[in-house]
């Protein structure tokens, strides 16, 4: 399985990518699929249930919220952070949500966003399920998700972990260990990182490829630096690192 350096690390919003970021577009996909499949005009309401550990844990990662983001139309690497919460919280409020960002359904959060401490689907420990209802409150369209980790999504009905696919690229220089890849570095003469761009030269330019890594760089800087400016109380209390506005995953 060949696997770039720029899906090892990525931008989203925290805290974490498996229970913030996955949510977040597992609820866009179902958004978008509504509008492909022509119910979105038909909606009336959307309903969210976080089972396993998304569940147990979703209020203090912020899964419920990424949920809610999601539906909205909003992308983890884009959204803005800074008015994320206000985000959520008016449509808490006005009761309502801009699915897609554009159509209008009625919005109750204790009911439309569920999070089961005790309950799990059965292919993974990070599930979700989403439905649309129509007027009448007949299931229009209902999908179940995954968040495998490092943000990946996949669809309920692809099974889980064992039906993600593994990028079939053919890398110069391909290596599973750490003792591959130092041997490559001796028997070519090559740096570790010699080995890795000319992997990465695979996939785009070299152009391309510093542009996207100067990105992460700065994405990480700006954490550093909101963490040093930034005053008050971490949310999802004292054993919960919720409190980062943005960061890149490793």
Not at 12 to 17: K, L, Y
Not at 87 to 97: I, M, N, P, S, T
């Amino acid at each position: 399985m060949a696997l770039s350096v720029l899906d090892l690390f990525s931008v989203g919003i925290g805290p974490s990518s498996s229970h913030t970021v996955g949510p977040m577009r597992a609820a866009k996909l179902f958004a978008d699929g509504l509008k492909g499949d022509g119910h979105l005009s038909a909606t009336r309401r959307v309903q969210a249930e976080l089972f396993g550990s998304l569940g147990a844990t979703g209020r203090g990662h912020g899964s419920d919220k990424a949920v809610v983001l999601g539906f909205k139309g909003l992308d983890p690497e884009t959204v803005d952070t800074a008015t994320a919460n206000d985000q959520v919280a008016a449509a808490a409020l006005d009761a309502e949500l801009m699915i897609g960002g554009n159509h209008r359904v009625d919005f109750n959060w204790d009911e439309d966003v569920v999070l089961h401490r005790r309950k799990s689907l059965p292919a993974h420990p990070n599930g979700m399920t989403f439905r649309a209802l129509d007027h009448a409150g007949a299931v229009l369209s209902e999908r179940s998700f995954y968040s495998i980790g490092g943000g990946f999504v996949v669809d309920g009905d692809a099974g889980g972990e064992d039906r993600v696919v593994a990028d079939s690229t053919v890398l110069p220089y391909p290596f599973t260990t750490a003792d591959e890849l130092l041997a490559i570095c001796k028997r070519e003469g090559m740096s570790i990182s010699d080995v890795m761009l000319a992997n990465e030269l695979t996939w785009r330019s070299e152009a391309e490829l510093r542009e996207k890594l100067l990105a992460l760089w700065a994405v990480m800087r700006e954490c550093v630096d909101n963490g040093c400016a930034a005053e008050g109380i971490l949310p999802g209390g004292s054993t919960s690192g919720a409190g980062r506005r943005r960061y890149s995953r490793p």
